[in-house]
């Protein structure tokens, strides 16, 4: 047996529909519905509603993949697991750096926010102008990332309790101002102008999708899934609905609430909009919300994704002292380390906007290979145990998959995004390669 599956084997299978939906629905439902709606809106109008819906298209392909990839190979490691055991470690590396990529951008778009958002709320009792100097955004994000790297070099429980309170937290004022908000929609906001255009639909789907991005993380722990032919494809769908309702519902009302006036403020338009009905209280609890909901999203993911700094250094991709182990708190406190002056260095330098269509980017060619890599597991009858989950149509799924994400790449993609993603692939293939020249000069002296 191989050494991985002996690993994964000591793992216990505890985790239900239910608890995985519920993980899945957590990663999912983070801290982009509290911006993107605004961003929405100044795209495409009142129309705004359809980006989300060739959202959830294209995220219910994706997922119907992950799904029979995830019911084939019930391995920890999620979508990298997948495309590992269906494509080999050359193109297995590749998406485990697109895994981390993905995370990486995210986390610092998220940072962008989180300051801005913390920013507004300091300065809520002033008015809803008052965006603060411009200096303190930056000072922000450095001291809370940082503060958040110190609590995870310090143990992992410390930062999963964190993780665990802010869940609910962030949940409540989005419930609330759907549920209260609902009430004070005007139907006239809802009356389109022209009709957008195809190209300007998918352009703004290709960054609203932002919100929906998460899954691919949130099945990672794959090798801790009771009977994962069954419970993945039913916690994604579950997930996958309930977060898509949830966002249609928050865009609804933001937009029967302050119509083409919602698009005027890209970082706090809920709290703008809660204040249209619930004054500067409504406003106050939608900036809380956002906050907190943010500060959540940055410990969880500087939690999670370092360890895949960690893996490529104990794997002899990276330098070796990013496997370093803290002697006391016994914590990749190097990766650690490292992955929070990553964010620091891109939140402060960059935009959320171009941050999050850079996440997108490397998530979207993460959802290509997956679709591939369900293809070549159905046809070589990939198991690890029980009945594998079948999407219908057969290869059509898959391909219909990659066909969307390339058109969503084609349309968000500027030449500075597309260069970077080639130098980010060259980046990974290059490391592969010293790593196995490495390899065999041991093996061949």
Same mark, same amino acid.
């Given at each position: 047996?191989?050494?991985?599956?002996?690993? &994964?084997?000591?793992?216990?299978?505890?985790?239900?529909?239910?608890?995985?939906?519920?993980?899945?629905?957590?990663?999912?439902?983070?801290? $982009?519905?509290?911006?993107? #709606?605004?961003?929405?809106?100044?795209?495409?109008?009142?129309?705004?509603?359809?980006?989300?819906?060739?959202?959830?298209?294209?995220?219910?392909?994706?997922?119907?993949?992950?799904?029979?990839? %995830?019911?084939?190979?019930?391995?920890?490691?999620?979508?990298?697991?997948?495309?590992?055991?269906?494509?080999?470690?050359?193109? %297995?590396?590749?998406?485990?750096?697109?895994?981390?990529?993905? $995370?990486?951008?995210?986390?610092?778009?998220?940072?962008?926010?989180?300051?801005?958002? =913390?920013?507004?709320?300091?300065?809520?009792?002033?008015?809803?102008?008052?965006?603060?100097?411009?200096?303190?955004?930056?000072?922000?994000?450095?001291?809370?990332?940082?503060?958040?790297?110190?609590?995870?070099?310090?143990?992992?429980?410390?930062?999963?309790?964190?993780?665990?309170?802010?869940?609910?937290?962030?949940?409540?004022?989005?419930?609330?101002?759907?549920?209260?908000?609902?009430?004070?929609?005007? #139907?006239?906001?809802?009356?389109?102008?022209? *009709?957008?255009?195809?190209?300007?639909?998918?352009?703004?789907?290709?960054?609203?999708?932002?919100?929906?991005?998460?899954?691919?993380?949130?099945?990672?722990?794959? $090798?801790?899934?009771?009977t994962p032919w069954r419970t993945v #494809?039913?916690?994604?769908?579950?997930?996958?609905?309930?977060?898509?309702?949830?966002?249609?519902?928050?865009?609804?009302?933001?937009? %029967?609430?302050?119509?083409?006036?919602?698009?005027?403020?890209? *970082?706090?338009?809920?709290?703008?909009?809660?204040?249209?009905?619930?004054?500067?209280?409504?406003?106050?609890?939608?900036?809380?919300?956002?906050?907190?909901?943010?500060?959540?999203?940055?410990?969880?993911?500087?939690?999670?994704?370092?360890?895949?700094?960690?893996?490529?250094?104990? &794997?002899?991709?990276?330098? #070796?002292?990013?496997?370093?182990?803290?002697?006391?708190?016994?914590?990749?406190?190097?990766?650690?380390?490292v992955y929070a002056a990553l964010i620091?260095?891109?939140?402060?330098? %960059?935009?959320?906007?171009?941050?999050?269509?850079?996440?997108?980017?490397?998530?979207?060619?993460?959802?290509?290979?997956?679709?591939?890599?369900?293809?070549? =597991?159905?046809?070589?009858?990939?198991?690890?145990?029980?009945?594998?989950?079948?999407?219908?149509?057969?290869?059509?799924?898959?391909?219909?998959?990659?066909?969307?994400?390339?058109?969503?790449?084609?349309?968000?993609?500027?030449?500075? &995004?597309?260069?970077?993603?080639?130098?980010?692939?060259?980046?990974?293939?290059?490391?592969?390669?010293?790593?196995?020249?490495?390899?065999?000069?041991? &093996?061949?002296?």
């Amino acid at each position: 047996m191989p050494a991985a599956a002996r690993a &994964d084997a000591l793992l216990v299978r505890a985790l239900g529909v239910r608890q995985l939906a519920a993980s899945i629905f957590n990663y999912t439902v983070g801290s $982009g519905i509290f911006a993107l #709606p605004a961003l929405a809106v100044a795209r495409l109008g009142s129309a705004a509603p359809l980006a989300y819906l060739v959202c959830a298209l294209v995220m219910a392909l994706v997922v119907l993949c992950f799904a029979e990839a %995830g019911s084939r190979v019930a391995s920890t490691g999620g979508p990298y697991a997948y495309v590992e055991v269906a494509l080999g470690p050359f193109v %297995g590396f590749i998406a485990g750096v697109m895994l981390f990529m993905t $995370g990486l951008t995210a986390g610092a778009a998220v940072a962008v926010l989180f300051a801005k958002s =913390l920013t507004a709320l300091l300065f809520a009792g002033r008015n809803a102008a008052a965006e603060g100097p411009t200096w303190l955004p930056p000072v922000l994000i450095i001291v809370v990332v940082a503060a958040l790297a110190h609590v995870n070099v310090r143990g992992v429980r410390r930062s999963a309790r964190i993780v665990e309170i802010i869940t609910v937290a962030k949940l409540l004022p989005l419930i609330a101002f759907v549920v209260v908000g609902a009430a004070f929609v005007r #139907p006239e906001h809802f009356a389109w102008g022209p *009709t957008p255009t195809l190209s300007g639909v998918l352009g703004t789907a290709g960054i609203v999708i932002f919100a929906f991005s998460g899954i691919e993380s949130a099945l990672t722990p794959s $090798g801790e899934v009771h009977t994962p032919w069954r419970t993945v #494809p039913r916690a994604s769908f579950i997930a996958l609905g309930a977060a898509t309702l949830l966002y249609l519902a928050i865009q609804w009302v933001a937009l %029967g609430i302050q119509g083409p006036a919602l698009a005027l403020n890209d *970082t706090t338009p809920l709290a703008e909009a809660a204040a249209v009905f619930a004054g500067p209280a409504g406003r106050l609890l939608l900036l809380l919300g956002a906050t907190v909901s943010m500060l959540g999203y940055l410990s969880g993911n500087i939690l999670s994704v370092p360890r895949s700094l960690f893996a490529f250094a104990r &794997d002899g991709f990276l330098p #070796p002292s990013l496997s370093t182990v803290h002697a006391r708190h016994h914590t990749p406190h190097v990766a650690i380390v490292v992955y929070a002056a990553l964010i620091i260095g891109l939140a402060v330098s %960059g935009t959320f906007e171009h941050l999050a269509v850079l996440a997108n980017l490397t998530a979207f060619f993460l959802y290509i290979l997956c679709a591939v890599a369900v293809w070549i =597991l159905r046809r070589r009858d990939v198991r690890t145990s029980g009945k594998p989950f079948l999407i219908p149509g057969g290869p059509l799924i898959p391909l219909a998959a990659c066909l969307a994400n390339a058109w969503l790449i084609y349309e968000t993609a500027g030449p500075q &995004d597309a260069s970077g993603i080639a130098a980010l692939v060259a980046i990974a293939v290059a490391l592969y390669l010293v790593r196995k020249y490495r390899s065999r000069s041991r &093996d061949f002296p």
